[in-house]
């Protein structure tokens, strides 16, 4: 699943106005350690389990490594002069800038489009706007496998259906060339993608005050004037998070190529993730030094991310 | 799509102004005017559409073996026997321990680091908490497939690769953030008070945490219990490889394994996915409002 959302960064003032006090002195014990055995834990488990492995993995990249795992010496950097030579590295980088740009795009511009429909009152909201959910819940793993088997060649639905349809003459094999391949997992990607953009949308929307549409009414402003000048401006904080969250998630999308194509025929279908895990089976060193890459690209993501929560006007 | 004055359903709408189809005030005659019914149709055909790719996977896990090769929409005879079979014939039986273990182990550890974190951060100011705040932020956006390589090397040297313990740390501690996140929005909109007057009475603050807040923040903490508990339950990557025997690893890595086969057993694929999403969708269909609240806390008001 796939929210990597920037909640609150707390509001210090918490919302019932009171604002946080500092830790009281005078009390003994706990409250004299301050924060510590509190969030503790928390920073510990990042340490082990997120910090960890970036140092582990930046190690890693420098060193000579056999499959079974041992380390022999240091390679300095041609890890990274070989994983730069591949013949495939100009490609699957290329593609992964156009998967997540065309990817993100879609997802925005039909998120846009769908909460504005469920903003919208009508019979059945609440029922479809759960069915809606349920690319978001279940595992993006599994729906890309479900799409796998309805793309089938022999039986799958989605071929049956352009059969009868008369979309196509014979059944086709989608997933078996890259033209075709790409395309249809653009698809998927945009299909998991569009619930929670639609709702991170939704709740934009019921932050705008009712009386702004009501005043723009009086002032014989159309629907679409209103959409454009009212309704987009004041939806820009939500859709930024949108675009940022979703550029980090369908960047480091694995699951949707790893099941439908694993990238192949050769590398022709992978994105740097994918190409990354199939070159762990070759050679581990080189495989982190395609991972430190595709961090250094996660890291620009994280800053413009940052930039745009203004995470440090609020402390 | 995208029509005119998206006034209804978002807050208070006092007056009703004509040109929308608002709201409960809405007089009979109004009801079906065709702005209204065009909406809804789309509105329906597009929640088909968003259930069909699991709707196909139920009716493929209800197809006998002999029908699966067939281009019908429909099967002549439903197989309910797939559903037993496939546990019975698979090791996905294993599988699905793994990912009951992991996903209930790591929910656990994540409320149990979480809670209190979260209530330090909503109500004190304290030196180091805008970084505290920065790390867990950076987290959440640091997703483990971009850390794989590392995470494998870490583990490997630890030399807890295949153990359903590596699973349920790693798979709380990607998940922490939301939990944090959340609980501290809703831990903070909770008048100190009544917390007050607990430690009045002579209740430590950590009793007056957990006998007076932690009830209130209820909401926030069941839906940061089945947020994490869904997002482990799906986790794919870190099961692939951190879990290298079959036995071992989670459910979703146990169903893809069966693309790897020759010959796919569609059937009895599909057969385990449908219970690997159902209970899932139907989890979260119960804090859906509240997810979207949590997430966008902070960045949308």
Do not use: C
């Not at chain 2, 102004?17 to 509105?43: C, D, E, H, I």
């Amino acid at each position: 699943m796939s929210l990597k959302a920037p909640p609150s960064p707390a509001s210090s003032r918490g919302r019932g106005g009171q604002p946080a006090r500092p830790a009281p002195r005078s009390r003994g014990g706990l409250a004299r350690l301050g924060p510590l055995p509190w969030i503790a834990p928390v920073v510990l488990l990042i340490l082990a389990v997120v910090v960890w492995p970036v140092i582990e993995l930046i190690r890693t990249s420098f060193l000579n490594i056999s499959i079974a795992g041992i380390v022999r010496g240091s390679a300095g950097t041609d890890k990274y002069r070989k994983l730069f030579e591949e013949s495939d590295f100009g490609h699957v980088i290329l593609w992964t800038v156009l998967w997540t740009v065309v990817v993100v795009g879609v997802t925005m511009l039909v998120s846009l489009g769908l909460a504005q429909l469920f903003n919208q009152r009508f019979p059945g909201r609440r029922i479809t706007r759960w069915a809606l959910i349920a690319p978001w819940a279940a595992s993006v793993l599994m729906t890309a496998i479900g799409f796998k088997w309805m793309l089938n060649q022999t039986a799958g639905v989605l071929n049956t259906l352009m059969l009868d349809l008369g979309i196509i003459d014979k059944s086709e094999d989608w997933l078996g060339s890259a033209s075709t391949a790409w395309p249809w997992m653009m698809f998927v990607a945009v299909f998991v993608s569009l619930p929670f953009t639609t709702y991170t949308l939704l709740a934009g929307l019921q932050t705008i005050p009712g009386e702004v549409y009501e005043a723009a009414r009086i002032d014989g402003a159309g629907p679409w004037q209103t959409y454009r000048g009212i309704t987009l401006p004041l939806l820009r904080p939500a859709f930024l998070v949108g675009v940022v969250i979703n550029l980090i998630n369908v960047f480091n999308s694995f699951p949707i190529i790893w099941a439908m194509t694993q990238g192949g025929p050769g590398s022709d279908t992978a994105t740097t993730t994918v190409f990354m895990y199939k070159l762990k089976e070759t050679d581990l060193a080189e495989s982190a030094a395609m991972s430190v890459v595709n961090f250094a690209m996660v890291v620009v993501l994280v800053l413009i991310f940052l930039k745009v929560s203004r995470w440090n006007e609020e402390d | 799509m995208a029509t005119a004055t998206p006034t209804a359903g978002t807050g208070p709408v006092k007056e009703g102004s004509a040109g929308s189809a608002r709201g409960p005030a809405r007089k009979p005659g109004r009801t079906f005017r065709p702005r209204t019914l065009v909406l809804t149709a789309v509105a329906w055909l597009l929640a088909a559409l968003f259930l069909a790719p699991y709707l196909e996977m139920i009716v493929t896990a209800l197809r006998p073996a002999d029908e699966l090769r067939d281009r019908t929409y429909l099967p002549d005879k439903l197989d309910w026997a797939n559903f037993v079979d496939v546990w019975r014939e698979s090791s996905l039986g294993d599988n699905l321990q793994v990912t009951l273990l992991v996903a209930g182990g790591s929910t656990i550890l994540v409320l149990l680091v979480s809670l209190p974190a979260a209530y330090y951060t909503a109500r004190m100011r304290f030196k180091g908490r805008k970084w505290f705040l920065l790390l867990v932020l950076v987290t959440q956006m640091f997703q483990p497939t971009a850390l794989l390589v590392g995470l494998y090397r870490e583990f490997y040297q630890l030399d807890m690769l295949n153990s359903v313990w590596t699973l349920i740390l790693t798979n709380a501690a990607f998940n922490l953030a939301f939990a944090v996140w959340i609980l501290t929005a809703y831990i903070g909109s909770i008048p100190q008070e009544l917390e007050e007057a607990a430690m009045v009475d002579g209740t430590s603050r950590f009793g007056a945490m957990i006998k007076v807040t932690l009830p209130l923040a209820l909401p926030g903490v069941v839906t940061a219990v089945i947020f994490t508990f869904i997002s482990a339950w799906n986790e794919f990557v870190m099961g692939l490889t951190l879990s290298t025997e079959p036995e071992s690893q989670p459910l979703t890595v146990g169903i893809n394994n069966f693309i790897g086969a020759y010959t796919v057993q569609w059937n009895y694929l599909f057969a385990a996915s449908v219970v690997a999403i159902v209970p899932v969708i139907i989890l979260f269909a119960f804090i859906e409002r509240h997810v979207v609240s949590g997430l966008t806390a902070g960045s949308v008001k």
